[in-house]
């Protein structure tokens, strides 16, 4: 039986779990690819980005990378898909689409 968030995975049952163990641990998505939730994916234009990086602090996932002050393309492991960082890119850099 699963006795920490550690240690859930794919292959625990839910019969194995106790009630509240999903907040009994703590955690966070470094340790899950919440990404295979996404049913869609942002496609990233960098020759269109001006790197304002408006679309960092909106991302609930924290999917967009930042090197050396620059944004790079998502990680796609973390995002979901969710289409904020779109909605607010001023430049047309992002858009919803891409099939996953």
């Given at each position: 039986m699963a006795t920490d968030i550690s240690k859930l995975h794919e292959k625990v049952r839910y019969?194995?779990?106790?009630?509240?163990?999903?907040?009994?641990?703590?955690?966070?998505?470094?340790?899950?690819?919440?990404?295979?939730?996404?049913?869609?994916?942002p496609i990233y234009y960098a020759d269109k980005c001006r790197q304002c990086l408006l679309c960092i602090p909106v991302c609930p996932d924290s999917s967009i990378p930042v090197i050396d002050g620059k944004r790079t393309d998502f990680d796609f492991e973390h995002c979901k898909g969710c289409g904020i960082c779109a909605k607010v890119c001023p430049f047309g850099a992002i858009e919803m689409g891409g099939e996953k």
């Open positions: 019969q194995d779990l106790t009630e509240g163990m999903g907040i009994a641990g703590s955690g966070n998505s470094v340790q899950f690819n919440t990404g295979e939730w996404r049913t869609i994916d």
